[in-house]
């Protein structure tokens, strides 16, 4: 089954509360969360006290997505403050550090799950995989909201679907960027099945039916 999670990056940061309600009752799956450091990616976002008070106004999963440089440092953090799914770049650090981080974050009980790029190929996530309970593929450069979907990236979701269903078919695919009700057919099709959007969610005068959309 396709799931939705609505990006808080697109919600209106003076009444996040308001907005983690309005993902509620669109009938969303859970609540996409993006960490920004600044040195990864070049924006800054929210960190572990917003999660924390997130935490605290829904009962919705949070998916919380680690856009930070070594993000090793800050998993138990996260997943203390309330992290369900948590979210690190293959890109962000050497791969002993990454296997280390999945295995930290999976033996706090919460849900691992490695990031790519675009520019990052789908056998980069080859060591990763057993360790995963999502891989997500980015259809936009990371850093910022309201970029253009990256279609060429069908092929490589395809390609990670095929891996997975090989040695993980437990896992879940997600895709951010981009995600709409025009470009999330393509996504299905080659095997995503958590879809994250954040302006095309906020922007919907109907939000319920957007999701369901998504969902189709």
Partial sequence: MVM?????LAADFANLERDIHVIEQSHADMVHVDVMDGCFVPNISVGLPVVAALRKVTSLPLDVHLMIDRPIRYA???????????????????PQNNLACLEKIRALGCRAAISLKPGTPAEAAIPYLPLCDMILVMTVEPGFGGQTFMADM???IRALRRMLDETNPGCRIQVDGGVDEHTCAQCRESGADILVAGSAFFKARDKAAFVAALKA
């Fill in 4 to 8: 939705v999670s609505p990006s808080i």
């Fill in 76 to 94: 138990e953090g996260f997943v203390k403050a309330g992290a369900d799914w948590l979210t690190i770049h293959i890109e962000a650090d050497q």
């Fill in 154 to 156: 069908m092929p490589k």
